[in-house]
Antibody
Framework: EVQLMESGGGLVQPGGSLRLSCTASGFTFSSYPMIWVRQAPGKGLDWVSYITSGSSTIYYADSVKGRFTISRDNAKNFLDLQMNSLRADDTAIYYC??????????????WGQGTLVTVSS | SNELTQPPSVSVSPGQTASITCSGDKLGNKYVAWYQQRPGQSPVVVIYQDIKRPSGIPERFSGSNSGNTATLIINGAQAMDEADYYCQLWDSSTVLFGGGTKLTVL
């Protein structure tokens, strides 16, 4: 059974840092691109970052570029998101999701349960 | 412009057909996916590449995409279909989501 489990969320002050992790199981993690999506309280889905299976290609949303860093460890089945210079508008539930294939318009076919990040003083 | 526009809310009576639209510039030239998010749960893909339905998704879910509008259609809506629905596409190096539509079945 495919499972994705996020961890690392919590309360952080503006300007602070936080590292999120996503632990994958039930599939060959190293074969799939992965993505982070966030959802502010009561709001819609907002893409954050994308990474290919071998980490050769990485994309970021403009809103997090230069502040967030996505990475993965295929040997340990981990996907990470290092978040620096956090702002109040980064407050959201952060989901990791599997990208079904590398290529044209893949769906996000499995999602974790999400981890809540709250940026507040 | 790189924006996807959805109506904030749609209502449907049980057993009737619900249509949720997603509008964007030349959207018909791109593939659209749709995600269902029930309250307190993570999103689930219900349609991808405009018309394809993942295994396990009921046949009452279908999609279309032409011109500037993609549409998610739920034939014979059920109470369990009450949820937020998001359209999504890949646009070069970015991922775009629509603002979401709250479907009420009553």
């Amino acid at each position: 059974e495919v499972q994705l489990m996020e961890s690392g969320g919590g309360l952080v002050q503006p300007g602070g840092s936080l590292r999120l992790s996503c632990t994958a199981s039930g599939f060959t993690f190293s074969s799939y691109p992965m993505i982070w999506v966030r959802q502010a309280p009561g709001k819609g889905l907002d893409w954050v970052s994308y990474i290919t299976s071998g980490s050769s290609t990485i994309y970021y949303a403009d809103s997090v570029k230069g502040r967030f860093t996505i990475s993965r460890d295929n040997a340990k089945n981990f996907l990470d998101l290092q978040m620096n210079s956090l702002r109040a508008d980064d407050t959201a539930i952060y989901y990791c999701a599997r990208v079904k294939w590398f290529g044209e318009s893949p769906p996000l076919d499995y999602w974790g349960q999400g981890t809540l990040v709250t940026v507040s003083s | 412009s790189n924006e996807l526009t959805q109506p904030p809310s749609v209502s449907v009576s049980p057993g009737q057909t619900a249509s949720i639209t997603c509008s964007g510039d030349k959207l018909g030239n791109k593939y659209v996916a749709w995600y269902q998010q029930r309250p307190g749960q993570s999103p689930v893909v219900v349609i991808y590449q405009d018309i394809k339905r993942p295994s396990g998704i009921p046949e009452r879910f279908s999609g279309s995409n032409s011109g500037n509008t993609a549409t998610l259609i739920i034939n014979g809506a059920q109470a369990m279909d009450e949820a937020d629905y998001y359209c999504q596409l890949w646009d070069s190096s970015t991922v775009l989501f629509g603002g979401g539509t709250k479907l009420t079945v009553l």
